[in-house]
């Protein structure tokens, strides 16, 4: 048992950290508008409450999207089923619909929408406290918490309607229940790893490689049990599905009597669906070029950037010597992992494996695919650090840590209030992001709110707006004009107004080709957010440059 003084300073220091977490998630969401596909998940959720309706965002199973519903249910959002996007299962439109044609107001529903994804991040933020504090001790257990609560990419997308988080959650409360039945070698504990499992398996399909990845982890650390093994996954398995044909019970009851045949059933449609995207490609950007199938080290090189500066000069440090003293300390590398605890495993076996499943794909849309990997490194980091203390001498330990928690503060805080938008120290920091990646790690269309702020605060009267993004811009006080294309040179000749262009179309993601080089080719006096750009375009007319501060 612990020192009781050990429990309360822990307590107390997680409460903090994961109070300011909260905070600062709740202060960055009152200044965004809805992110790009933030609409189409809320009223798919609501949906799937209200009707039952998998029709919507079938590519995501329903437990987010249901549960961003759920606080809208006492206000009784109205559903514009009479539309044509209903039928069509045009998620953007209709999410669009549902945010500003409604009886309730469009703050009230995406800040309603956004709280059970800030209450998952913040629950996550627990877990890693609770199971690295069992694991490695209070201290390592605090530094892993701190990580986690000041990382910029979960403070974005832990305020934003969508799916990510809430996989990430799943993703490494179903592996530390898998690490407990390893170690107890509990039948119930592995029922329990089931239960969380089949709560991944709702969250994303990418939980998918779960399965397999217990198993790899079970036989690396006890290779001869195989019957036992196998025992043990049909439990995990069939819980699981009881839980996934739970979660879309509507189309499960009809499929079991015979009236849905059971291809058509939404989890293997989400499924198809999830196969032909990744099959065809997405558009995506990287260091200035575009593509459609992507690039193998899209991944590595957002880890690189958009990664804290301190948790990967750690990660770079820590890991390498990590895996050659285990390599040096036993001659077969089977050994050494049959001889590695479960705990160890399981920090390093699932997030390579689902790093190493991103970056086989061609879907590269952003940091937010990557999130499931960084609860596991940052208990992984912070347990090496604290085991390495012994080691090193109490003042030189004392200086590290003071200088990863400082350097970490000082990029969180220099990122506030644009989270989405973070880049790491080392790549150059947030203001030049779009030289490495745009879309959903800096651009997602969340910017509008801050825009119109911007304007008022520096009278800008007009802008000509070439927009990435689902929101309505007229309810946000914008009446723009359209923003030429870079051959229509007429337009351009007459323009009165501010361009102002988002980031992801400025580099041709989802435009035709050039569309906006024109404006590539001159410097902005303002970027919006980080996210959208404006330029001074009327001779004459405006004599102002960028000013000082931030946007």
Same mark, same amino acid.
């Given at each position: 048992?612990?020192?009781?003084?050990?429990?309360?300073?822990?307590?107390?220091?997680?409460?903090?950290? =994961?109070? %300011?977490?909260? /905070?600062?998630?709740?202060?960055?969401? =009152?200044?965004?508008?809805?992110?790009?596909?933030?609409?189409?998940?809320?009223?798919?959720?609501?949906?799937?409450?209200?009707?039952?309706?998998?029709?919507?965002?079938?590519?995501?199973?329903?437990?987010?999207?249901?549960?961003?519903?759920?606080? #809208?249910?006492? #206000?009784?959002?109205?559903?514009?089923?009479?539309?044509?996007?209903?039928?069509?299962?045009?998620?953007?439109?209709?999410?669009?619909?549902?945010?500003?044609?409604?009886?309730?107001?469009?703050?009230?529903?995406?800040?309603?929408?956004?709280?059970?994804?800030?209450?998952?991040?913040?629950?996550?933020?627990?877990?890693?406290?609770?199971?690295?504090?069992?694991?490695?001790?209070?201290?390592?257990?605090?530094?892993?918490?701190?990580?986690?609560?000041?990382?910029?990419?979960?403070?974005?997308? +832990?305020?934003? /309607?969508?799916?990510?988080?809430?996989?990430?959650?799943? &993703?490494?409360? %179903?592996? $530390?229940?898998?690490?407990?039945?390893?170690?107890?070698?509990?039948?119930?504990?592995?029922?329990?790893?089931?239960?969380?499992?089949?709560?991944?398996?709702?969250?994303?399909?990418?939980?998918?490689?779960?399965?397999? /990845?217990?198993? $790899?982890?079970?036989?690396?650390?006890?290779?001869?049990?195989?019957?036992?093994?196998?025992?043990?996954?049909?439990?995990?398995?069939?819980?699981?599905?009881? $839980?996934?044909?739970?979660?879309?019970?509507?189309?499960?009851?009809?499929?079991?009597? +015979?009236?849905?045949?059971?291809?058509?059933?939404? *989890?293997?449609?989400?499924?198809?669906?999830?196969?032909?995207?990744?099959?065809?490609?997405?558009?995506?950007?990287?260091?200035?070029?575009?593509?459609?199938?992507?690039?193998?080290?899209?991944?590595?090189?957002?880890?690189?950037?958009?990664?804290?500066?301190?948790?990967?000069?750690? %990660?770079?440090?820590?890991?390498?010597?990590? &895996?050659?003293?285990?390599?040096?300390?036993?001659?077969?590398?089977?050994?050494?992992?049959?001889?590695?605890?479960?705990?160890?495993? $399981?920090?390093?076996?699932?997030?390579?494996?689902?790093?190493?499943?991103?970056?086989?794909?061609?879907?590269?849309?952003?940091?937010?695919?990557?999130?499931?990997?960084?609860?596991?490194?940052?208990?992984?980091?912070?347990?090496?650090?604290?085991?390495?203390?012994?080691?090193?001498?109490?003042?030189?330990? %004392?200086?590290?840590?003071?200088?990863?928690?400082?350097?970490?503060?000082?990029?969180?805080?220099?990122?506030?209030?644009? *989270?989405?938008?973070?880049?790491?120290?080392?790549?150059?920091?947030?203001?030049?992001?779009?030289? @490495?990646?745009?879309?959903?790690?800096?651009?997602?269309?969340?910017?509008?709110?801050?825009?119109?702020?911007?304007?008022?605060?520096?009278? &800008?009267?007009?802008?000509?707006?070439?927009?990435?993004?689902?929101?309505?811009?007229? @309810?946000?006080?914008?009446?723009?004009?359209?923003?030429? =294309?870079?051959?229509?040179?007429?337009?351009?000749?007459?323009?009165?107004?501010?361009?102002?262009?988002?980031?992801?179309?400025?580099?041709?993601?989802?435009?035709?080709?050039?569309?906006?080089?024109? =404006?590539?080719?001159?410097?902005?006096?303002?970027?919006?957010?980080?996210?959208?750009?404006? @330029?001074? /375009?009327?001779?004459?007319?405006?004599?102002?440059?960028?000013?000082? +501060?931030?946007?």
């Amino acid at each position: 048992m612990p020192p009781r003084e050990d429990n309360a300073w822990f307590a107390c220091a997680v409460a903090l950290m =994961l109070t %300011a977490m909260g /905070i600062l998630m709740v202060a960055s969401s =009152l200044e965004e508008n809805d992110a790009y596909d933030e609409g189409g998940h809320l009223v798919a959720g609501y949906a799937r409450l209200r009707l039952g309706e998998y029709g919507f965002n079938t590519e995501h199973p329903p437990l987010g999207n249901a549960l961003s519903a759920l606080p #809208l249910l006492p #206000l009784n959002p109205r559903l514009a089923t009479e539309h044509p996007s209903w039928r069509q299962s045009a998620a953007p439109i209709a999410g669009a619909l549902f945010l500003y044609r409604n009886r309730v107001r469009p703050e009230t529903l995406l800040f309603l929408g956004r709280l059970p994804t800030m209450l998952l991040t913040l629950a996550l933020g627990v877990v890693i406290a609770l199971w690295a504090r069992a694991r490695f001790g209070p201290a390592a257990a605090a530094l892993a918490t701190f990580f986690y609560a000041a990382d910029p990419s979960f403070l974005a997308h +832990g305020h934003y /309607i969508t799916t990510d988080v809430i996989a990430a959650l799943f &993703i490494f409360t %179903a592996c $530390i229940g898998w690490e407990k039945y390893l170690v107890t070698r509990n039948w119930k504990h592995a029922l329990t790893a089931g239960v969380l499992l089949g709560l991944a398996l709702l969250s994303k399909f990418s939980t998918l490689f779960l399965l397999p /990845i217990f198993a $790899i982890v079970y036989l690396l650390h006890r290779p001869r049990e195989k019957a036992r093994l196998a025992a043990a996954l049909a439990l995990a398995g069939v819980i699981a599905a009881v $839980i996934v044909g739970s979660g879309y019970w509507p189309e499960t009851r009809r499929a079991l009597s +015979g009236e849905l045949p059971l291809d058509r059933h939404s *989890y293997l449609v989400g499924l198809r669906l999830v196969a032909e995207h990744s099959r065809d490609g997405h558009p995506a950007y990287l260091l200035g070029r575009v593509s459609e199938k992507g690039w193998w080290y899209y991944f590595p090189v957002v880890f690189a950037v958009k990664t804290p500066s301190a948790v990967l000069l750690l %990660a770079l440090a820590a890991i390498p010597a990590g &895996i050659v003293a285990a390599v040096r300390r036993r001659k077969r590398l089977l050994q050494t992992f049959v001889s590695v605890e479960p705990k160890w495993l $399981i920090l390093t076996v699932p997030p390579a494996a689902y790093f190493a499943m991103s970056v086989a794909s061609s879907i590269n849309i952003g940091v937010r695919h990557l999130l499931p990997v960084y609860p596991f490194l940052h208990v992984l980091l912070a347990a090496v650090l604290f085991r390495a203390r012994a080691a090193a001498p109490r003042k030189a330990f %004392a200086a590290i840590l003071l200088a990863v928690v400082v350097l970490q503060t000082a990029e969180t805080a220099n990122a506030h209030p644009d *989270y989405l938008a973070f880049f790491n120290t080392l790549s150059g920091a947030s203001a030049r992001g779009d030289r @490495y990646l745009v879309d959903s790690n800096l651009d997602w269309g969340q910017a509008v709110k801050k825009l119109r702020g911007y304007m008022d605060a520096h009278s &800008i009267d007009s802008v000509c707006l070439a927009y990435f993004g689902t929101t309505d811009v007229a @309810y946000w006080g914008l009446r723009p004009r359209k923003l030429p =294309l870079t051959w229509e040179l007429d337009q351009r000749r007459n323009m009165n107004c501010v361009a102002a262009v988002s980031a992801t179309l400025l580099h041709d993601v989802y435009v035709q080709s050039g569309s906006y080089a024109w =404006l590539r080719e001159r410097e902005p006096f303002a970027r919006v957010g980080n996210s959208i750009y404006l @330029y001074e /375009i009327a001779s004459g007319r405006l004599s102002r440059t960028a000013p000082s +501060g931030r946007p």
